[in-house]
């Protein structure tokens, strides 16, 4: 991926104004902004789908003060928001960054309703993952998208990549309807989703609508909204180099049905084709031990090609330690794992590690969870990876478990392929597991305890507006539950995540920088082929897509000269 200095002007294959590479939420939110402001735009992308990590994500895109919640009642203010961000976020990443997502996260939201097929709720209820803290709310700032009809893609529809849970397209269910869903045997809003979900089910099977929501339906939107604005999308088109000419990015170099092809870009390259969750090789460089690509439900395209690229002309690297992390499952029995969530924050669930001890807050924000596993693995002689939920019977009768219904049976693949382990008594369920028995029994012994009195004296679990998701208010507490009914069941789980968070370095206006913290003039950046703009933290649901939609946003508007003269930007 060398530069090319001398590059003549005559020798280009095609010719627009603005190049994207990668076609996630970043990239299309980028690419309309564009070609709204009159530059011609193009968009590349690797693989042979469009949407990339955004189609196989959750949905949620966090951005704080936007129109929508404001509508709501939310009392969110801009200073509420830099407060937020400087009680989670802190230094670790450039205020003038952290203000320039805030500043123009809302207009990229209210550019997107009135140009585009993007439209968005608010999933009021859905927690800021760390709420207690300055300028946090209990009730959300997350936004999901409305369900989106596929047959509007038409043929297109064959182009969009497929969503991690199979089926959802019938059901028009959104991630907070789920989480309402998961509560269906003790609470009346879980009676009422179920019923609303099963009616919007028969709706659209008879109707032969597919509905698409989640990630899937942010995806959809973004790449019908792509269609209608006539913005070419070339898909199976790696990049493979990016061109210089004196200091400057002018274009691309591709790979295309074998044969590399060179593109010019006139007013700039913004690279959005994700991070390196893919590439074995950089994550043993960079992330903790032990780490496998397998583990991952980014796209599989995600190996680092953009971060690479920008790298080998200049751009600095920051964050390449971390990952928006999260515990997954059932990696040995489908092709995708499990992200889990539900089936450990549930009353009457609990994680213990190779010595059959409790190390974590189960129901902590995701990357909170594998930050312990990663820190009891990695700094003690105590195996961490993988770790073990344990469960009994009356939560399995209780509660979902991933997509399996309150007390219907599990899926026997689960348990040939070791993933799931089911016993008559905890000392028999540690022993198929390779746990010290009586470690196990002495732990949920103690829990119990917690369970009676309604404290978690170790690590406090149920005391914040997230852990309260998942909870059950006909408990003392609401996140615990004993462990007293067999069988019992265990779950294995390990350190995956959902993309990497570390990539290139940008200014405020997404621009790539060097190590001299000198811009690279005709480079921009967004979603994880960028440093993320979260630092090491994980402020809300949708802190991955907000950003990148963001800074994509800002990004075409920088290269068109809307914005950057202004230095105050962000203050």
Known sequence: MASDKNTQSNNWDQEVDWIVVGSGGGGMTSALAAKHLGMSTLIIEKSGFVGGSTARSGGCVWIPNNYLVLEGGLPDTPELAKSYLASTVGDRTPTELQHAFLEYGPPMIEFLRDHSQMHFEWSKGYADYYAEQPGGFAEGRALEPLPFNLHKLKSNFKYLRPPVMDGVHWTSLSLRGLQIMGGLRRHPEGRKQLLKTIGDTLKNLLTFRRMATMGQ?????????????????????????????????????????????????????????????????????????????????????????????????????????????????????????????????????????????????????????????????????????????????????????????????????LFRNEDFFKAKSLSALAQKIGIPADALEATVSKFNGYAEDGVDADFHRGESAYDQLFGDTHFKNSGLAPLTKAPFYAIKIVPGDIGTRGGLVTNEFAQVIREDNSVIEGLWATGNSMASVMGHSYPGPGATIGPAMTFGYIAAQNAAGQIGADPTVGD
């Open 217 to 413: 339906g942010v995806a959809g939107r973004l790449y019908q909204s792509i269609i209608d604005a006539d913005i070419a999308v070339e898909l199976n088109t790696p990049l493979t180099r990016l061109i210089e000419e004196d200091g400057r990015v002018v274009g691309i170099e591709v790979a295309k049905n074998h044969k590399p092809l060179r593109y010019r870009a006139k007013k700039g390259v913004l690279l959005s084709a994700g991070g390196f969750a893919h590439n074995q090789a950089m994550r043993e460089k960079y992330h903790p031990y032990p780490t496998q690509s397998r583990w991952s439900i980014s796209a599989e395209s995600n190996t680092g090609d953009g971060i690479n690229a920008g790298s080998e002309i200049g751009g600095k690297l920051d964050l390449m330690d971390d990952a928006w992390w999260g515990p997954v499952s059932q990696t040995n029995s489908q092709q995708h794992p499990q992200f889990a969530v539900l089936e450990r924050s549930t009353p009457g669930a609990i994680i213990v590690n190779g010595a059959g001890q409790r190390f974590v807050n189960e129901a902590a924000p995701y990357a909170d969870v594998v930050n312990a596993m990663h820190q009891g693995h990695n700094a003690s002689d105590i195996s961490h990876v993988p770790s073990w939920i344990i469960l009994d019977r009356n939560n399995r009768n209780s509660y979902f478990l991933g997509t399996t219904a309150p007390a219907m049976p599990l899926p026997g693949k």
